[in-house]
């Protein structure tokens, strides 16, 4: 019985560790299709969101222009795959995105 105990603390821990490093794409991500081309943690079209984190961390300006790839498109900082202009992005769901990118 005590075993049995024992393992399942031991399984409930590992579910709440997992999900605690695990990070979702926020819902304002899913509802402007950025999780077409963006994953948290991999490259699939466009980089990984960690990976623009870990790129700009620290550079305060650079925040600026990201938005405005994003809202106007680009091409060239991430590889030949140019970036679509996602002009309808609103600057609230702009600012959530961003604020979570930085925190990655």
Do not use: Q
Not at 21 to 36: G, I, L, Y
Not at 51 to 75: N, Q
Request: hydrophobic letters at 50%.
């Amino acid at each position: 019985m005590k075993s049995i105990v024992v393992s399942m603390i031991a399984a409930a821990g590992l579910m709440v560790a997992g999900s605690a490093m695990a990070t979702d794409m926020p819902a304002v991500a899913k509802k402007n299709n950025c999780t077409a081309c963006h994953k948290v943690d991999k490259k699939v079209v466009g980089p990984a969101w960690k990976d623009v984190a870990a790129k700009y961390k620290g550079d305060a300006a650079a925040w600026d222009k990201v938005a405005e790839k994003i809202k106007k498109g680009g091409s060239g900082a991430w590889g030949s795959m140019p970036m679509p202009a996602n002009p309808k992005v609103s600057d609230a769901d702009m600012k959530e995105m961003i604020d979570f990118i930085k925190a990655l």
